[in-house]
């Protein structure tokens, strides 16, 4: 087939597109260049920079041709501005999964104009076709999975996908790695925010919404124990980075009205919970589940619940989680599954 394959420079898409190579397709590489590299020119050199290098590298041993292709302004006007917007509202955005939904398999597959019978990249996922529709399904490997961050892909976006690495763990896709003696091999995995790279979290906060100062209140005592610069730097559930004694801490509120962050250190686990309300929903099979004892992840990684879903109406769900957990948050995403088949997901709002 003529497939394009979308690269990073990391060593998970560049072992996705050997694997593609040997089993003798018309390849072509594309390095989508979406960092914000002028925005944030003040903070030095920009770390698109080696990705490039190494993604150039692997197409220059492999023998195929790559394509950089400038996505900015595309970025910044769905991901970014999404993330912006939720952060101000004190909720806690998920860049990722809306860079895969939105530009790798949304503005990408526009940009190609159909001139590509499939798109491929570097994600931990499986893909099957069976009762006319398209199925994604977890991998072997629980903690590099990302079915997670592919939930709000469609029908029509998982028909033109590929996903060499489906039936792989992190292990072999190392092994392979070595094998082809990739000019990366040895390159570590990225962490973060896809459009971040090696800009800190609260830096990007900081430049976009500056610092507003505020009180950090003990929930239990009504105390004022300290001060921080702006509720949006700030998660429910966080430990660390509160800069207080006699912990450890936890962040369990945050007025965003009054500025206010609230903490506490007593029966923290009774401040857990198990239920919320999820809506803005995404099913990849365009039918809600008929079932209503699920798997769900509240967030990235190998962690599931068990749970009920009782579907408040057509747009709104409770969930109740078989254990309690005190990180959910407004604006995360809840993914659900069946098994190993990814559903889809929702938003967790309340």
Same mark, same amino acid.
């Given at each position: ?158 028909? =033109?996908?590929? *996903?060499?690495? /489906?039936? $792989? @763990?992190?292990? !072999? ?7 082809? &003696? %990739? ?89 857990? =919970?198990?239920? *919320?309300?999820? /809506?803005? $929903? @995404?099913?990849? !099979? ?7 004892? &699920? %798997? ?55």
């Amino acid at each position: 087939m003529k497939i394009a394959v979308l690269l990073s420079g990391g060593v998970d898409s560049s072992v996705a597109l050997r694997l593609l190579k040997d089993e003798g397709h018309d390849l072509t590489a594309f390095y989508l260049k979406i960092w914000l590299q002028d925005e944030f020119s003040f903070l030095g050199d920009c770390p698109w920079e080696e990705d490039l290098s190494y993604a150039r590298a692997v197409c220059k041993q492999a023998g195929v041709p790559l394509e950089v292709l400038p996505l900015q302004t595309e970025y910044w006007e769905t991901v970014v501005t999404y993330t912006i917007s939720e952060i101000k509202e004190g909720r806690t955005p998920n860049p990722d999964m809306f860079c895969n939904s939105l530009i790798k398999f949304g503005q990408f597959y526009d940009k190609i104009d159909g001139s590509f019978e499939k798109v491929a990249s570097g994600h931990y996922a499986k893909l099957e076709f069976g009762k006319g529709k398209y199925i994604l399904k977890r991998t072997p490997d629980p903690v590099k999975d990302q079915t997670y961050f592919l939930a709000y892909l469609t029908q029509g976006q998982l028909g =033109r996908a590929l *996903f060499p690495l /489906g039936s $792989f @763990n992190k292990a !072999s896709v190392r092994e392979l790695a070595q094998r082809y &003696l %990739l000019p990366n091999m040895e390159r570590k995995d990225s962490q973060g925010i896809c459009f971040l790279g090696r800009i800190k979290f609260n830096e990007f906060i900081k430049h976009h919404l500056g610092e507003i100062a505020g009180d950090i209140i003990d929930i239990d005592s009504g105390k004022r124990l300290g001060a921080h610069n702006g509720y949006y730097f700030y998660t429910i559930g966080q430990r660390s980075g509160l800069g207080l004694s006699g912990g450890p801490w936890y962040v369990v509120k945050k007025d965003v009205k009054e500025n206010i962050i609230y903490i506490s250190k007593e029966n923290i686990t009774e401040r857990s =919970r198990d239920t *919320f309300n999820a /809506g803005k $929903f @995404n099913w990849i !099979s365009e039918n809600k589940p008929e079932k209503d004892e &699920l %798997l769900v992840k509240i967030r990235h990684g190998a962690h599931m619940f068990n749970c009920n879903v009782n579907f408040i109406d057509d747009v709104t769900a409770e969930v109740k989680l078989d254990k309690p957990d005190r990180g959910i948050a407004p604006g995360q995403f809840a993914v659900f599954y069946d098994d190993d088949v990814c559903l889809g997901g929702g938003v967790i709002l309340v």
